[in-house]
Nanobody
Framework: QVQLVESGGGSVQAGGSLRLSCAASGRTIRHYAMGWFRQAPGKEREFVAAVSWSGDSTYYADSVKGRFTISRDNAKNTVYLQMNSLRPEDTAVYYC?????????????????WGKGTLVTVSS
């Protein structure tokens, strides 16, 4: 079993930056695709970014492309999400998730493990 714990959320003004971390425990995630999702109040959970097991392949939602960067450090069993040029519409609870396959399947329903989330609030 894998436990995922997100950290790094907080409040920031528009244009600012935050770096989210997702620390995994219980099992190595080096062979798992990992992703970040978010859920804003009153909205459904949506895909943000994903990274393959090796880190060689990354995927982004159009809304964050060019502003967010996903990365991983398999030696530390940790995944990161660097968020720059934040906008008020980025306000949401951000969730880390893992998929027991090397590449992201393209569906949140395919994720096998989820963290409890960390809140990001961007003010204008």
């Amino acid at each position: 079993q894998v436990q995922l714990v997100e950290s790094g959320g907080g409040s920031v003004q528009a244009g600012g930056s935050l770096r989210l971390s997702c620390a995994a425990s219980g099992r190595t995630i080096r062979h798992y695709a990992m992703g970040w999702f978010r859920q804003a109040p009153g909205k459904e959970r949506e895909f943000v970014a994903a990274v393959s097991w090796s880190g060689d392949s990354t995927y982004y939602a159009d809304s964050v492309k060019g502003r967010f960067t996903i990365s991983r450090d398999n030696a530390k069993n940790t995944v990161y999400l660097q968020m720059n040029s934040l906008r008020p519409e980025d306000t949401a609870v951000y969730y880390c998730a893992g998929e027991v396959r090397p590449n992201y399947s393209g569906s949140p329903q395919g994720m096998d493990y989820w963290g409890k989330g960390t809140l990001v609030t961007v003010s204008s």
